[in-house]
């Protein structure tokens, strides 16, 4: 898996969980439901069945792979695509990172407040070092808006919206279809988007992101959300 993030940005691995453990995390998140928006979780690791699935020793063993031995999670998104809750993405890199406290260090900013938690769009020096593993719940397919990336992109750095625009003119995109149990890991710099989901079916991926060190330059520290 390696490789292939390092040279394409994403890699999949299509049964990594069993049927049996999504549905038991899926019957657990209905049981406790954690409060959410329309499009899913933001802090997701609050909840305890999410901060369990970020430890599975399979999952952390992918990110210690990529990462190093020190890898952790640090961050997980629900999103929860169905027919009440539809929505476009557009291409995009995930450069922005929950920290502990605000800091004026070049490099990084702007800086924003999401539920309460402080983000900063981080440099590429920083994004290098972390690694999403999105956890399909449901199939993904090419009908429920699946995840479209731009293959080999994350080696360009940190983008401007023009650039990401021009970007997708020219390199073809590739439709990431993951069956219910699959985990897809990619790295925070690969340009990527989604499409409205067109079917009644859900799309559920829980979006876990890592870290080689919850440390960075300058005394900026990642904050556990």
Same mark, same amino acid.
């Given at each position: 898996m390696r490789g292939l993030i390092e040279e394409q940005g994403f890699a999949v691995i299509d049964d990594l969980l069993g049927l049996n453990e999504v549905e038991e995390l899926i019957e657990e998140l209905d049981r406790t439901p954690p409060p959410r928006s329309r499009a899913g979780l933001r802090h997701a690791l609050r909840h305890p069945a999410i901060a369990a699935l970020a430890k599975n020793s399979q999952l952390l063993a992918i990110a210690q792979?990529?990462?190093g031995c020190k890898a952790l999670?640090?961050?997980?998104?629900?999103?929860?695509?169905? &027919?009440? *809750?539809?929505?476009?993405?557009?291409?995009?890199?995930?450069?922005?990172l929950p920290l502990r406290e605000r800091r004026e260090v070049? /490099?990084?900013? &702007?800086?924003?407040?999401?539920?309460?938690?402080?983000?900063?769009?981080?440099?590429?020096?920083?994004? +290098? /070092?972390?690694?999403?593993?999105?956890?399909?719940?449901?199939? *993904?397919?090419?009908?429920n808006g699946?995840?479209?990336?731009?293959? /080999?992109?994350?080696?360009?750095?940190?983008?401007?919206?023009?650039?990401?625009?021009e970007t997708a003119v020219r390199v073809p995109a590739a439709n +990431?279809?993951?069956?219910?149990? /699959?985990?897809?890991?990619?790295?925070?710099l690969l340009i990527?988007? *989604?499409?409205? *989901?067109?079917?009644e079916a859900p799309r559920r991926v829980l979006h876990i992101e890592y870290s080689s060190s919850p440390n960075f330059a300058d005394g900026l520290e990642?904050?556990?959300a």
């Amino acid at each position: 898996m390696r490789g292939l993030i390092e040279e394409q940005g994403f890699a999949v691995i299509d049964d990594l969980l069993g049927l049996n453990e999504v549905e038991e995390l899926i019957e657990e998140l209905d049981r406790t439901p954690p409060p959410r928006s329309r499009a899913g979780l933001r802090h997701a690791l609050r909840h305890p069945a999410i901060a369990a699935l970020a430890k599975n020793s399979q999952l952390l063993a992918i990110a210690q792979e990529i990462l190093g031995c020190k890898a952790l999670p640090y961050r997980a998104t629900l999103f929860d695509k169905s &027919p009440n *809750s539809n929505w476009l993405v557009v291409w995009h890199q995930d450069t922005a990172l929950p920290l502990r406290e605000r800091r004026e260090v070049p /490099g990084w900013g &702007p800086w924003s407040v999401k539920d309460g938690v402080i983000y900063a769009h981080a440099p590429a020096s920083a994004l +290098c /070092g972390i690694l999403a593993l999105r956890v399909h719940l449901d199939d *993904s397919t090419e009908h429920n808006g699946p995840l479209r990336v731009l293959p /080999g992109t994350h080696k360009n750095g940190v983008l401007s919206d023009e650039a990401i625009h021009e970007t997708a003119v020219r390199v073809p995109a590739a439709n +990431c279809l993951i069956p219910k149990g /699959g985990i897809l890991g990619m790295s925070p710099l690969l340009i990527h988007s *989604s499409s409205k *989901s067109r079917v009644e079916a859900p799309r559920r991926v829980l979006h876990i992101e890592y870290s080689s060190s919850p440390n960075f330059a300058d005394g900026l520290e990642l904050a556990i959300a």
